[in-house]
Each structure stands twice: as C-alpha cells, then as structure tokens.
C-alpha cells in the first residue's frame, strides 16, 4: 500500500482504504477517510472499466494532493485583501450586533453577510408600517 499523508483539513491519520466491490462487480471503489472522530473529510474513487488497483492508486494520488505554495499563498493574499477591504466597516458593523446597516456598499462581502443583513431587513421590514 502506498504511504498516505495526515488529513489535510485536521492532521489526523488516514484510515485504511475501504473497498467496495470487487474486479468481478460491475461497480467498484476506493474510499480513504480521516480516523480523526467529528473529521468527515475523505475520498472516493469509482470505477466501472477499470481494477480496484487502479481505484486505490487514484484514491491515494488525490489523497495525498495538496495545494501548491503558489496557490496557497494566492489564496491568503486575497484573504487578507477581502479583510483589509472590511476594515473600514468594522466599527459599523460591531455596533449592530453583527448586522451590517443597509445601505452600507461593500466592495467584498461574504455570503454569511448578506444572509445577516437579508434577516436584519425582513426584522426592520416586520418592525415598521408599510407605505400604502
């Protein structure tokens, strides 16, 4: 068996591979999974022409697959750029519970945000009397 790398997402050790099916089934796959409990990180590797060699063989290349440098180091640096963007409005946004007051134009915001604020406007929406 190959050497498989720790969890990427938690550092745990990976669990042995299981697999499923075999080279007579018409379906057969791979998966390897993280024995860290509460981890549910894993992968599975399905084949319907090919051997469960070459399913584990796959399961183990995307396993031990990792971000490159360059694509981690661009990942954070726009990390910090979307944050650096924030910055401005932090103060705003700590003052209303975590709610960002409408009107407020981000140039980057996340999902997580919008979904606050879509609560913070359907609650103001309830709270004041419609126009007619």
């Not at 050497?3 to 697999?19: D, Q, R, V």
């Not at 944050?83 to 705003?92: I, V």
């Amino acid at each position: 068996m190959s050497e498989l790398k720790p969890c990427p997402f938690c550092g745990s050790e990976a669990a042995e591979p299981i697999f499923i099916g075999n080279d007579h089934a018409r379906r057969r796959k791979v998966t390897i999974r993280c024995k860290a409990p509460g981890c549910t990180q894993g992968i599975t590797v399905g084949a319907v022409k090919f051997s469960h060699e070459w399913c584990h063989q796959e399961a183990v290349k995307a396993w031990n697959t990792r971000a490159t440098d360059t694509e981690l180091g661009t990942a954070k640096a726009r990390i910090a750029e979307l944050e650096k963007g924030l910055e401005p409005f932090a103060d705003t946004f700590n003052r209303h519970d975590g709610m960002l007051p409408l009107g407020v134009e981000l140039v980057a915001i996340s999902i997580g945000d919008l979904r606050r604020a879509a609560a913070l406007r359907n609650k103001q929406d309830e709270g004041s009397p419609r126009e007619e």
